[in-house]
Structures are given as structure tokens and as C-alpha cells.
């Protein structure tokens, strides 16, 4: 009879580690399914290649290691010119709306201009390499754009979208996310 007993509870308890193990589970995929639907956008990222978005467009892309990510030296805002193929990196203090707005808040702190091409052919995962002078100092970076991202910046109120990336600055590989605002 002790011997049941003991059966028993110890089945009791695999099975309720079971049941805690299968809610865990559930509520993981519940939480992953809620992170690609926040990843689906409504705009220009998700109807055209991240190639041709990133070019194209006129406004500022902020990179940094969230949306909502804190920074205390500023925000690095990239500004492609598609038709000499550079872009002038600023740092700025907040996400702005456009880069009129910026230029009118006198918040461009240009740090230089880059020469950029692209390394592979992919027009959805491409990789972009940049070479020039940062602050009078020669510097390259490599950005490896992986998926999309969107999100509200909370400081700004700013609905923003765009990529997540992988930056290597100068063989210093971080992750981060690359940015603009809906038009």
C-alpha cells in the first residue's frame, strides 16, 4: 500500500512538472507569435527591397541598439545619397520626424561622409560597406541587414520602421537597429 502511494505521488509530480513545462512552452510561442506580428509593416519597408528603401529615401535612418534604446552621446542618422553613393552620418539627440525638422532644430552634428557600396547582390539581406573619415579619422563599416523591425519610438511618438542590422565598426560587430519614421 506504501508502495502505491509512493507510485503515485511521484507521478503526480512528474506530471505536474509536465503541465508547468507544456504552459512555459505555450506561453513562449505566444510571445514569439506577438514579436512577428509587431515585425510586419505597414509601409514602404515591406512593399520594396531593403536595397532599393535604404537609398531611396530621403529621410534620416537612426541606428542604434533599440527602438527605445537610451543613448547618452546621441544618435547615429545615416543620409544616403543615392546619386554620388554616400552618406553623411550626424549624431543627434532624438529621432526627428523628417530631416528638415532636425536641420530646423539645429540638431545635425555631422560626424562625416562615407563613400558606400554594396558587397553582395541580395536586395532583402544586403550588405552595405563604408569607408571614409569619421571626425577627420579613417574608419570602415560593414552592415549586414538581417530583418525587419518596427516599432514606437516612445520618446517621440514616432511610428519608425526599418531593419534589424548587424554593424561591424572597425571589426567590432554589434547588433542594432536601423530606422526611419513612417511618412
Same mark, same amino acid.
Given at each position: 500500500?506504501k508502495?502505491?502511494?509512493? +507510485?503515485?505521488?511521484?507521478?503526480?509530480?512528474?506530471?505536474?512538472f509536465?503541465?508547468? +513545462?507544456a504552459?512555459?512552452?505555450s =506561453?513562449?510561442?505566444k510571445s514569439s507569435?506577438?514579436?512577428?506580428?509587431?515585425?510586419s509593416?505597414?509601409?514602404?519597408?515591406?512593399t520594396?527591397s531593403a536595397?532599393k528603401v535604404l537609398?531611396?529615401?530621403?529621410n534620416?535612418?537612426?541606428?542604434?541598439?533599440?527602438?527605445?534604446?537610451k543613448?547618452?552621446?546621441?544618435?547615429d542618422?545615416?543620409?544616403?545619397? =543615392?546619386?554620388?553613393h554616400?552618406v553623411?552620418?550626424y549624431?543627434? *539627440?532624438?529621432?526627428?520626424?523628417t530631416?528638415?525638422?532636425?536641420?530646423?532644430?539645429?540638431? +545635425?552634428?555631422?560626424q562625416?561622409?562615407?563613400?558606400?557600396t554594396?558587397?553582395?547582390? =541580395?536586395? *532583402?539581406?544586403p550588405v552595405?560597406?563604408?569607408?571614409?573619415? +569619421?571626425?577627420?579619422?579613417?574608419?570602415?563599416?560593414?552592415?549586414?541587414?538581417?530583418?525587419?523591425?518596427?516599432?514606437?519610438?516612445?520618446?517621440t511618438?514616432?511610428k519608425?520602421?526599418g531593419?534589424?542590422v548587424?554593424?561591424?565598426?572597425?571589426n567590432?560587430?554589434a547588433?542594432?537597429?536601423?530606422?526611419?519614421p513612417?511618412?
Amino acid at each position: 500500500m506504501k508502495k502505491r502511494r509512493s +507510485l503515485a505521488a511521484i507521478l503526480a509530480v512528474v506530471a505536474s512538472f509536465a503541465l508547468i +513545462l507544456a504552459g512555459c512552452s505555450s =506561453s513562449s510561442n505566444k510571445s514569439s507569435n506577438n514579436d512577428s506580428s509587431k515585425a510586419s509593416m505597414q509601409n514602404q519597408v515591406q512593399t520594396k527591397s531593403a536595397k532599393k528603401v535604404l537609398t531611396s529615401n530621403d529621410n534620416l535612418w537612426y541606428m542604434n541598439g533599440s527602438i527605445n534604446y537610451k543613448s547618452k552621446s546621441g544618435i547615429d542618422a545615416y543620409k544616403f545619397n =543615392s546619386q554620388n553613393h554616400t552618406v553623411t552620418i550626424y549624431s543627434v *539627440n532624438k529621432m526627428y520626424k523628417t530631416y528638415s525638422e532636425a536641420k530646423k532644430e539645429n540638431d +545635425l552634428d555631422k560626424q562625416g561622409t562615407l563613400k558606400y557600396t554594396f558587397k553582395n547582390d =541580395s536586395a *532583402n539581406k544586403p550588405v552595405i560597406y563604408m569607408k571614409g573619415k +569619421l571626425s577627420d579619422i579613417p574608419m570602415h563599416q560593414t552592415i549586414s541587414v538581417k530583418n525587419t523591425v518596427s516599432g514606437k519610438n516612445h520618446q517621440t511618438k514616432l511610428k519608425v520602421s526599418g531593419y534589424k542590422v548587424v554593424r561591424d565598426l572597425d571589426n567590432d560587430p554589434a547588433r542594432q537597429v536601423w530606422v526611419t519614421p513612417h511618412n
